[in-house]
């Protein structure tokens, strides 16, 4: 990639939120980057806690600013892990962001569209990464399914710590333990890394989805598939996503589950659908049927929780089961969750950089989904659905169509 004449400013604050222990950029990136002729300025000890040092940043050609607010006044491009939205502590970093500056972090814009409205009146050109299409090219991009698989690691290993019990069977002298059965309900990528983690723990682990397609891979891991008497018709969306089905259909769902649940030692949700609040999956009464000692790990916390009792960021006991609600298990795996964030962050901006310079192709499906905010305007049609805009006509190119339309309007 040839070098520009003037450089590009990408700027790294740290995250705003104190128990964000990820890092939007570590080293390895910054140097493919700076190689690319881009200026990388991280903000003193920014990648410290997932254990990337200022010294490695340097060592990369990356340059370590102390002031955070002309870090972000110089900066052309902002990459955060959780901005707008999505990181409630960083209302003051909306206000140090300049107008013509571009945003790429994750931005949880279907839940709350306000943020979003209100940088976009700053002049800034905002993107969310969790939009990224489902699309073959856009893999590499993709930060739910990244974060997603670490998610899904983690909440078994929470799970085999609260649990009175060990996973695997075990032939002793002491006599033969019997294994673990722990319920994985949700397939997706969260759900499939919990059910390949728990297998590799001995346990006997089953796997449920609404959606019929994934059986195969759900026992290409070694579970069984759980089948319950209740129809799912298009259950899925064209994104790839589990689509939100309707109370009934969720009431039927909980009545077919209660007997499976309640003779699990484990039960693992997972089904979140985006920008919605989660489905209730488990109720009071099948926690109540669960025997004493059976934990219940909860990765929908943040969308109010799979399970009628969870309460966000908090661990409760209920009838002698453990029920947890972590929010940001990604977190607490910040290493490889910082280098995979990064990966994905990495190759979305070598979409947006060409030749050096900052190059937005309206006609890019990836750059299209993801753009949220550009020339003073909201220009994603789902996010100005939930402000109570007018849908704008379909961008192509960079002709500023949609702009136009909006300003129109």
Not at 1 to 14: F, Q
Not at 390 to 396: S, V
């Amino acid at each position: 990639m040839p070098i520009a004449e003037t450089p590009l400013i990408i700027a790294v604050p740290s995250e705003a939120d104190p128990a964000e222990k990820r890092v939007a950029l570590v080293p390895a990136s910054v140097a493919q980057l700076v190689k690319g002729g881009a200026t990388v300025r991280i903000e003193a000890n920014a990648g410290l806690a997932a254990g990337f040092p200022d010294a490695q940043y340097v060592e990369k050609g990356g340059e370590i600013y102390v002031d955070r607010e002309q870090l972000f006044r110089k900066a052309d491009i902002v990459l955060q892990v959780k901005a707008l939205g999505a990181n409630p502590d960083g209302s003051d970093d909306n206000s140090l962001l300049q107008d013509g500056q571009v945003l790429i972090s994750s931005c949880d814009p279907l839940t709350f569209p306000e943020p979003v409205k209100a940088v976009a009146e700053r002049g800034v050109t905002a993107f969310a990464l969790e939009l990224v299409p489902r699309i073959t090219r856009a893999q590499s991009m993709d930060i739910l399914s990244s974060m997603a698989t670490v998610a899904g690691y983690r909440a078994v290993l929470l799970a085999a710590t609260a649990a009175p019990r060990m996973f695997p069977m075990l032939m002793t002298a002491a006599g033969t333990l019997k294994p673990a059965r722990v319920l994985v309900i949700g397939a997706g990528v969260a759900g499939l890394q919990a059910i390949a983690t728990a297998k590799r723990l001995g346990a006997v682990v089953l796997g449920y989805d609404i959606r019929p397609a994934v059986r195969e891979q759900v026992e290409s891991l070694g579970a069984k598939f759980v089948e319950l008497d209740v129809q799912a018709e298009q259950s899925e969306t064209t994104g790839g996503y589990a689509k939100q089905m309707d109370e009934d259909f969720y009431r039927r769902q909980r009545e077919a589950m209660q007997k499976v649940i309640a003779e699990c030692d484990v039960v693992i949700t997972t089904a979140a659908i985006p920008g919605r609040k989660a489905p209730v999956l488990v109720t009071k009464d099948m926690v109540e049927a669960m025997a004493e000692g059976s934990v219940i790990v909860d990765l929908a916390a943040e969308r109010g929780g799979n399970c009628e009792l969870t309460v966000p960021g908090k661990t409760i006991r209920h009838n002698g089961v453990e029920i947890l609600g972590p929010c940001n298990l990604p977190s607490d795996v910040p290493v490889h969750a910082s280098e995979m964030f990064s990966r994905n962050m990495l190759t979305f901006l070598q979409l947006l950089i060409k030749d050096g310079q900052l190059n937005i192709d309206m006609d890019d499906e990836i750059v299209r989904e993801t753009l949220l905010s550009r020339r003073r305007q909201v220009l994603n049609n789902r996010v100005r659905e939930l402000l109570e805009m007018p849908p704008l006509p379909l961008p192509t190119a960079d002709s500023g169509e949609a702009v136009a339309a909006a300003e129109a309007v």
